[in-house]
């Protein structure tokens, strides 16, 4: 089941550097949101945010209605919301297929009296998990790489595995930070086919931030442009790439409009 997200008026600085600044937007359920503009622009701080990497300073985020402001990772995982990241995180000496297993959380065998004491319902869970990794990797095409170490993996193929992370837990919302960054054109193919797949068949809501815009074009809509730590635009791709405001700010102009202050303190002063 998808799940929308909410963003009102969030604020996020470093010392004297406002990163995120009164930004707001929303993602609809069921939906494939890009997210675009230039370095600086403040894209992966918020997505750190959304992900409970850290709070943001002021203002809300909701999950499908619920305030989820601050909430670490690790509760956000169990309410639905996943990530990936630009370096693929994985486990590199243990398997593509371990890789996998080791996602879904509360296993019995992670429980050191269950694991002497109830044995056989080890053996049953980890049996359910291993069937449903082995289900992930062909759905992603990696069965043939399902023993090599993860580490040993191309690139395109560990993005490929993290994606098959975020399907082995009850995701809903899944934030993608630069995807196809490093990945061949025949491997993106096969990323692109499986979000795709991933959002028609099984409802997932997707957040992109992606440089490529070949791979927004294909997969996204609507495109958010963010500025200076705030949403610029949103619209078509093929609108954006025609506005003459999106491409000053893509070549370090400053938008237009600036946005209001934050809440709680001055604006810094900028270059």
Request: aromatic share 6%; glycine share 10%.
């Amino acid at each position: 089941m998808s799940a929308s997200i909410e963003v009102r008026n969030v604020c996020k600085s470093f010392g004297g550097l406002r990163a995120v600044d009164n930004c707001s937007l929303t993602l609809r359920a069921g939906s494939i949101t890009g997210l675009i503009g230039p370095n600086g622009a403040g894209k992966t701080t918020l997505f750190n945010m959304l992900a409970g990497a850290f709070a943001p300073d002021s203002g809300a985020i909701l999950l499908d209605g619920e305030d989820v402001t601050g909430l670490p990772a690790d509760r956000l995982f169990h309410k639905g919301l996943a990530r990936t990241f630009q370096i693929a995180h994985e486990f590199s000496r243990m398997t593509a297929l371990e890789n996998l297993m080791v996602v879904p959380p509360a296993q019995a065998g992670e429980n050191l009296f269950s694991a002497w004491l109830r044995p056989a319902r080890v053996r049953e869970q980890e049996s359910k998990v291993r069937a449903r990794a082995m289900e992930v990797l062909d759905f992603l095409r990696l069965s043939h790489v399902m023993n090599e170490p993860a580490g040993n993996l191309s690139g395109g193929q560990k993005k490929l595995l993290e994606l098959g992370r975020t399907m082995m837990t009850e995701a809903r919302v899944v934030l993608l930070d630069e995807i196809a960054a490093g990945v061949n054109r025949t491997l993106l193919k096969d990323l692109t086919a499986a979000i795709r797949r991933l959002n028609e068949e099984r409802g997932y809501t997707f957040f992109v931030i992606e440089h490529d815009m070949d791979f927004i074009a294909e997969l996204c809509d609507p495109v958010i442009v963010m500025a200076r730590g705030a949403v610029m635009r949103e619209g078509h791709i093929d609108d954006l790439r025609n506005d003459p405001e999106v491409i000053e700010a893509y070549f370090g102009g400053a938008p237009r409009h600036a946005p209001a202050p934050c809440p709680g303190g001055a604006r810094e002063a900028r270059p």
